[in-house]
Nanobody, 124 residues
């Protein structure tokens, strides 16, 4: 079983910054690509940014130049630094990870895991 726990959301004024963190926990697993997604009220969940295990990043056009995704492989954590926040960035942000899990009998399987979400509100 693998779990992701996000932290760092909150209320911020337009132009402000926030840093989200996501911690992966469990046993006998490795983390491959990680990502941040968001879902605004009344809208579908969308990808914000992704990062591979060797650090290759990808961003949604709407956040390029403002958001930075990073990760600490040793700690199995990922981060999202959000700068120059806009009201349209308001959403619940979810951490996502593609994991490889080794079962107690040595069986290997892939597992996609989601965090519970953290609310980011950008408002004056």
């Amino acid at each position: 079983q693998v779990q992701l726990v996000e932290s760092g959301g909150g209320l911020v004024q337009p132009g402000g910054s926030l840093r989200l963190s996501c911690a992966a926990s469990g046993s006998r697993f490795s983390v491959n690509t990680m990502g941040w997604y968001r879902q605004a009220p009344g809208k579908q969940r969308e990808v914000v940014a992704t990062i591979t295990s060797n650090g290759i990043t990808n961003y949604a056009d709407s956040v390029k130049g403002r958001f930075t995704i990073s990760r600490d492989n040793a700690k199995k954590m990922e981060y999202l630094q959000m700068n120059s926040l806009k009201p349209e960035d308001t959403a619940v942000y979810y951490c996502n990870a593609d994991c490889t899990v080794v079962g107690r009998w040595g069986d290997v399987r892939s597992l996609e895991v989601w965090g519970q979400g953290t609310l980011v509100t950008v408002s004056s």
